[in-house]
């Protein structure tokens, strides 16, 4: 299965927020720890709400969270 066309800075973001843990921004999305890293490991594309959440919760505009890969969706 290929990978969805969303890239992300997630990881980053979690270590410039001391070094936030998986579980700790899951706790404060509402989501699960193993979605967070499946998001993170662009192995899934999170919904629209959760990923202003995942933006809001680093205090960044969506757009530093998440990047779309011109092109990935028709291979």
């Known amino acids: 299965m290929a990978r969805p066309p969303i890239t992300n800075q997630i990881r980053r973001l979690r270590f410039?927020?001391?070094?936030?843990?998986?579980?700790?921004?899951?706790?404060?999305?509402?989501m699960t720890r193993q979605t967070v890293a499946s998001i993170e490991h662009n192995k899934y594309?999170?919904?629209l709400e959760a990923a202003f959440r995942i933006a809001e919760?680093?205090?960044?505009?969506?757009?530093?969270?998440f990047?779309?890969?011109?092109?990935?969706?028709?291979?």
């Not at 410039?16 to 509402?30: K, V, Y």
């Not at 990047?67 to 990935?72: I, L, R, V």
């Open 16 to 30: 410039e927020h001391n070094e936030m843990t998986q579980q700790e921004l899951a706790d404060r999305i509402g």
């Open 45 to 47: 594309s999170p919904s």
């Open 57 to 65: 919760t680093f205090g960044v505009p969506i757009g530093e969270v």
């Open 67 to 75: 990047f779309w890969k011109a092109g990935e969706s028709e291979k």
